[in-house]
């Protein structure tokens, strides 16, 4: 039986989820977000996944750059070849959905920005981020990266803490918008 690595999050800021895909019914969110809840986790269990890829953070810094260049195209060959590595990788689906709304193939953009928003939904509703019973569950540490860029919050110190046999990473984080720890 496969291992499987899981890193949970903790947070000392109060928030919500995210507010978007205000076009959906509440049973239509929430199937969603179980739906993509299960996709990490599956994921998370089978022989594709490596939380330890190291050029998954090469792709995503040539993606950025190449979308602050305005090189959308080249930008979008670099998500897409990172998701080919790391499949549910937020970060990537961020970009990904960015460049073709960009480049004008809105159902492309629709499609990538569903898939990111559902993804983020399932790891903001799996806590809250108080504490180590309520902690924000991920799949790696891509996703607690991807969880503060969303939530635009500033990491101020970490530490890696054990409880209950179970890792987590402990985050003291501030607002990027009011500076609020």
Same mark, same amino acid.
């Given at each position: 039986? +496969?291992?499987?690595?899981?890193?949970?999050?903790? =947070?000392?800021?109060?928030?919500? #989820?995210?507010?978007?895909?205000?076009?959906?019914?509440?049973?239509?969110?929430?199937?969603?977000?179980?739906?993509?809840?299960?996709?990490?986790?599956?994921?998370? /269990?089978? #022989?594709?996944?490596?939380?330890?890829?190291? +050029?998954?953070?090469?792709?995503?810094?040539?993606?950025? !750059?190449?979308?602050?260049?305005?090189?959308?195209?080249?930008?979008?060959?670099?998500?897409?070849?990172?998701?080919?590595? %790391?499949?549910?990788?937020?970060?990537?689906?961020?970009?990904?959905?960015?460049?073709?709304?960009?480049? /004008?193939?809105?159902?492309?953009?629709? +499609? @990538?920005?569903? =898939?990111?928003?559902?993804l983020m939904d399932s790891?903001?509703?799996? /806590?809250?981020?108080?504490?180590?019973?309520?902690?924000?569950?991920?799949?790696?540490?891509?996703?607690?990266? @991807?969880?503060?860029?969303?939530?635009?919050?500033?990491?101020?110190?970490? @530490?890696?803490?054990?409880? !209950?046999? %179970?890792?987590?990473?402990?985050?003291?984080?501030? @607002?990027?918008?009011?500076?609020?720890?």
């Open positions: 039986m +496969k291992t499987v690595l899981r890193y949970l999050l903790l =947070l000392s800021l109060p928030f919500g #989820p995210l507010s978007a895909q205000n076009k959906l019914t509440n049973e239509e969110r929430d199937a969603r977000m179980k739906k993509a809840t299960e996709q990490r986790l599956a994921y998370a /269990g089978s #022989p594709e996944y490596n939380p330890y890829d190291t +050029k998954i953070g090469d792709i995503r810094k040539a993606a950025i !750059d190449f979308q602050s260049k305005q090189m959308f195209p080249e930008a979008l060959a670099e998500a897409q070849k990172g998701l080919a590595r %790391s499949k549910y990788n937020i970060d990537l689906l961020i970009i990904l959905a960015t460049c073709y709304r960009t480049l /004008g193939d809105t159902a492309n953009a629709d +499609k @990538s920005r569903e =898939l990111w928003m559902s790891v903001l509703h799996s /806590g809250d981020g108080h504490g180590y019973a309520t902690a924000f569950k991920v799949i790696s540490v891509d996703e607690e990266y @991807s969880l503060l860029r969303v939530l635009q919050l500033e990491v101020i110190n970490q @530490s890696l803490e054990s409880h !209950d046999g %179970s890792q987590f990473d402990v985050m003291r984080v501030k @607002s990027g918008k009011s500076d609020q720890e």
